[in-house]
Nanobody, 125 residues
């Protein structure tokens, strides 16, 4: 299993950024892909999750309306579109894969078995 996150960078407040997570070896119908983030000095938090099959998606309440998770089954890639970025969105963003997750468990990072290396997003003027 390999998860390769990319797309991070330095942006200004209000800008948009799209993160990508290329997955291999973990794209079955029971798989949920998640994005988490860890800000400096803080714990890692759930951002969004999506099922490969059917595309059901979930978001942390604070991300709703600004972030959108999507997937391209053919490319085996999950995306996180982030709009109206704020300085407090600065963090290392990780993608992860879990098996058999549902809405109530998809937010729990301990339920994810596979993790990518993370990509740094810095929002600063």
């Amino acid at each position: 299993v390999q998860l390769q996150a990319s797309g991070g960078g330095l942006v200004q407040p209000g800008d948009s950024l799209r993160l990508s997570c290329a997955a291999s070896g973990v794209t079955g119908s029971s798989v949920t892909m998640g994005w988490f983030r860890q800000a400096p000095g803080k714990e890692r938090d759930f951002v969004a999750g999506i099922r490969w099959s059917g595309g059901s998606a979930w978001y942390a309440d604070s991300m709703k309306g600004r972030f959108t998770i999507s997937r391209d089954n053919a490319k085996k890639t999950v995306y996180l579109q982030m709009n109206s970025l704020k300085p407090e969105d600065t963090a290392v963003y990780y993608c992860a894969a879990g098996i058999g997750l549902i809405r109530s468990t998809a937010t729990d990072q301990s339920r994810y078995s596979y993790w990518g290396q993370g990509t740094l997003v810095t929002v600063s003027s």
